[in-house]
């Protein structure tokens, strides 16, 4: 099974600061990576998929970057409704198996 | 707009049956994959499995002799069965339909508490 590590568990930042989230895979995915974005008491929303690309609706502030085993989602300048918990996401193998990450909470300073 | 909400017993005794149905309205279920996920404070996000339209379904291995997923397109819902619970599967359960062709998870439902009681 394939396990994502994500990094740093907490990241404290302020407004307009930019945000570097990291998600390292156990072995390679190649560009089978997601990036989700929770809110407490809502469901996870897809922000990026296929490592770099963003869902419908989302900002351009978040972008996504990386493949094999190592994956940046970076949010250049952090917009108040953006301190959340973020996750990334896998495929494996066939018939495909989804794997979470652990999650990095983004707060406020 | 595609919207998914989850029903069934918020509460369910140790040993039994949980059953929960995810009913889809603005779209078909036709012709995707639609999953379950689970979270909890102690496994965080945890896949459970996804079920075709017309049936064919892949588990989760570390639950998949416990788990059965189908799917009634004339009711536009799937469901999802968990047999001899525990106080471990105690988690918030989300249904949400799977893109085309890259098994992401793009609509959600808001989720579901199911508490499993002794």
């Known amino acids: 099974e394939i396990v994502l590590t994500q990094s740093p568990a907490t990241l404290s930042l302020s407004p307009g600061e930019r945000a570097t989230l990291s998600c390292r895979a156990s072995?390679?995915?190649?560009?089978?990576l997601a990036w989700y974005q929770q809110k407490p008491g809502q469901a996870p929303r897809l922000l990026i998929y296929?490592?770099?690309n963003r869902a419908t609706g989302i900002p351009a502030r978040f972008s996504g970057s990386g493949s094999g085993t190592d994956f940046t989602l970076t949010i250049s300048s952090l917009e108040s409704e953006d301190f959340a918990v973020y996750y990334c996401q896998q495929r494996s193998d066939w018939p495909p198996r989804l794997t979470f990450g652990g999650g990095t909470k983004v707060e406020i300073k | 707009q595609v919207q998914l909400q989850e029903s069934g017993p918020g509460l369910v005794k140790s040993s039994e049956t949980l059953s929960l149905t995810c009913t889809v309205s603005g779209g078909s279920i036709s012709n995707y994959y639609w999953s379950w996920v689970r979270q909890s404070p102690e496994k965080g996000l945890e896949w459970i499995g996804y079920?075709?339209?017309?049936?064919?379904?892949n588990y989760n291995p570390s639950l998949k002799s416990r788990v059965t997923l189908s799917a009634d397109t004339s009711k536009n819902q799937f469901s999802l069965r968990l047999t001899s619970v525990t106080a471990a599967d105690t988690a918030v359960y989300y249904c949400?339909?799977?893109?085309?062709?890259?098994?992401?998870?793009?609509?959600w439902g808001q989720g579901t508490l199911v508490t499993v009681s002794s």
């Open positions: 079920i075709y339209y017309s049936g064919g379904a």
């Open positions: 072995q390679s995915v190649s560009s089978y």
């Open positions: 296929d490592a770099s």
């Open positions: 949400a339909r799977v893109t085309m062709g890259g098994w992401y998870l793009d609509y």
